[in-house]
């Protein structure tokens, strides 16, 4: 278990300091340590609508989220990660679930797929003591008893507690690893010895853990994925799809529970279901929104991954990209009332020479996402989110830099 210095944002501290006071009593003989702490965490336990129960994460810049939508946080892993995954019919299935929390998503795998399908999970979480949280909550899921066997089993090994108390034993044909550490370090180790069928990408939000939503770290997912597989993740952030495009991924939206839709992305465009909306396609391809999170280093903090992206932002937006201000790449070769947003709008179309919004360069720059060329050069039409996303971000380089060629015909 190797942590190093990255603070992963997790449970809040009030109820993470039960965890860690449990950890102490039981290092110290008291076998009563987890019934203590059992009783001290429903004090911090939030009942989603499904029965299950989440938590509040740490505050971070005086906010907090729940770590599930408090529809219900075993229905959301099911809806959001598993069933979309597209597991069926696989006698052996893959998964690598990161920022695996309380262990919903890899119990709502095995509880989905059949009992005869050979499993293995690979449960990545930084946090020791949000892991360590499964052991004091009660799941109305029958194979989260396997998920707290194998958390259990790990940490008596690693000697962070001293009894064991589980008594369902994980069955043959599943096997449950996991680690806790950081998940830039793990994907390194695994890259080039192992692939996977899905993986579940489950951290806060991009704003929150933007280290895990970088270009550099879907390059590692991308090479992770056997050629039918997926990553699921319930956000739909510009810079994330616009990182997983820029490393060769199709894209889609992903199954909306709670909150928002979320994202899928693929090698094989056949796994995705339905395409990324025209005005999402714009702002990714022409916008300052859609610059992504960078971490070359593979090291980066979550502060300086977000301050480089503003200032990358800053320097692009006017000059080579659309500020994304009033959503300015969406009205393209389309009609305004004459108004504030008008002015807005055209003000931020004529810092990239745009004259109008059904100038020729507009309809050029947007003319891939519709089926019959609108530019008037018999351009080829794009089937996918990827292609089109690419084509527009290209021809929009190409307005800025000299005059349209022949490109997309």
């Known amino acids: 278990m190797n942590t190093g210095d990255y603070k992963a944002l997790t449970v809040d501290e009030k109820a993470l300091k039960v965890v860690e006071n449990s950890i102490k009593d039981e290092k110290e003989g008291d076998v009563k340590a987890r019934e203590k702490a059992r009783l001290a965490l429903h004090e911090y336990l939030i009942k989603t609508g499904d029965g299950s129960y989440t938590f509040k994460s740490e505050s971070f810049d005086g906010k907090s989220e729940t770590m599930h939508t408090h529809h219900g946080a075993v229905t959301e892993a099911m809806e959001k990660f598993v069933k979309p995954a597209k597991l069926e019919g696989k006698g052996k299935v893959c998964v690598l679930d990161i920022c695996s929390g309380l262990g919903y998503n890899a119990a709502s795998c095995i509880e989905y797929?059949?009992?005869e399908v050979e499993i293995e999970?690979?449960?990545?979480?930084?946090s020791k003591e949000t892991i360590t949280l499964t052991l004091f909550l009660d799941v109305p899921l029958?194979?989260?008893?396997?998920?707290q066997k194998a958390v259990e089993d790990e940490l008596y090994e690693e000697g962070e507690i001293n009894f064991k108390y589980c008594q369902e034993n994980v069955p043959d044909n599943i096997s449950i690893n996991l680690h806790v550490e950081d998940a830039r370090t793990v994907v390194k180790e695994v890259e080039g010895n192992k692939r996977y069928d899905a993986i579940f990408l489950d951290p806060f939000s991009p704003l929150k853990s933007p280290?895990?939503?970088?270009?550099?770290?879907?390059?590692?997912?991308?090479?992770?994925?056997?050629?039918?597989?997926?990553i699921l993740t319930y956000t739909s952030a510009a810079p994330v799809r616009t990182a997983m495009v820029a490393n060769g991924l199709h894209v889609g939206e992903g199954p909306s529970f709670g909150r928002s839709?979320?994202?899928?992305?693929?090698l094989n465009?056949?796994?995705?279901?339905k395409p990324l909306s025209k005005s999402d396609e714009r702002m990714i391809a022409l916008s300052d929104a859609g610059i992504p999170f960078r971490d070359?280093?593979?090291?980066?903090?979550s502060q300086n991954i977000l301050q480089k992206r503003d200032r990358e932002r800053k320097l692009s937006r006017g000059k080579d990209k659309f500020s994304s201000t009033v959503k300015t790449p969406t009205y393209l070769n389309g009609e305004l009332e004459d108004g504030r947003l008008k002015v807005r709008v055209l003000n931020n179309l004529k810092k990239l020479g745009f004259d109008d919004l059904i100038s020729d360069k507009s309809r050029f720059v947007v003319c891939p996402?519709?089926?019959n060329c609108i530019c008037g050069r018999d351009c080829k039409s794009y089937d996918n989110s990827r292609e089109r996303i690419n084509e527009m971000s290209y021809r929009l380089g190409l307005l800025l830099n000299k005059e349209p060629d022949n490109h997309s015909k």
């Open 211 to 230: 280290e895990l939503y970088t270009n550099e770290f879907f390059e590692v997912l991308k090479n992770l994925l056997v050629d039918d597989g997926v």
């Open 113 to 115: 797929l059949d009992e």
């Open 261 to 266: 839709g979320g994202t899928v992305a693929a």
């Open 369 to 371: 996402q519709y089926s």
């Open 296 to 301: 070359p280093e593979f090291n980066g903090s």
């Open 269 to 273: 465009l056949d796994v995705i279901d």
């Open 142 to 147: 029958e194979s989260y008893k396997f998920i």
């Open 121 to 126: 999970l690979d449960l990545v979480e930084i």
